[in-house]
């Protein structure tokens, strides 16, 4: 079992910055390909970003894409995302996942771990 947790969370305001971590305990997750999603209120989960089990693959979201970047540190079990230039449109609860493809995907349904989210909230 892998357990997830986020952190990193909070209240920015538009055009600034946050990272937004991911700590990985009970198995290592440097053979899992790990992704980021979020969730903004009365819609779907959505892919926001996704790594692979090296790091030296990784692959976004339009939205996000220049704007956000993901990285792991498998020494460390921990994965980042850091966000910028941010947007009231990327408001959300943003989740973690391990999933067993060392590449991940961008389905949220393939994925086998997930954390309990940490919340992102953009003001203009």
């Known amino acids: 079992q892998v357990q997830l947790v986020e952190s990193g969370g909070g209240s920015v305001q538009a055009g600034g910055s946050l990272r937004v971590s991911c700590e990985a305990s009970g198995r290592t997750i440097s053979r899992y390909g790990m992704g980021w999603f979020r969730q903004a209120p009365g819609k779907e989960r959505e892919f926001v970003a996704r790594?692979?089990?090296?790091?030296?693959?990784?692959y976004y979201a339009d939205s996000v894409k220049g704007r956000f970047a993901i990285s792991r540190d498998n020494a460390k079990n921990t994965v980042y995302l850091q966000m910028n230039s941010l947007k009231p449109e990327d408001t959300a609860v943003y989740f973690c996942?391990?999933?067993?493809?060392?590449?991940?995907?961008?389905?949220?349904?393939?994925?086998?771990?997930w954390g309990q989210g940490t919340q992102v909230t953009v003001s203009s």
């Open positions: 996942a391990a999933d067993e493809n060392l590449f991940g995907t961008s389905r949220a349904g393939t994925y086998e771990y």
């Open positions: 790594i692979s089990w090296s790091g030296e693959t990784t």
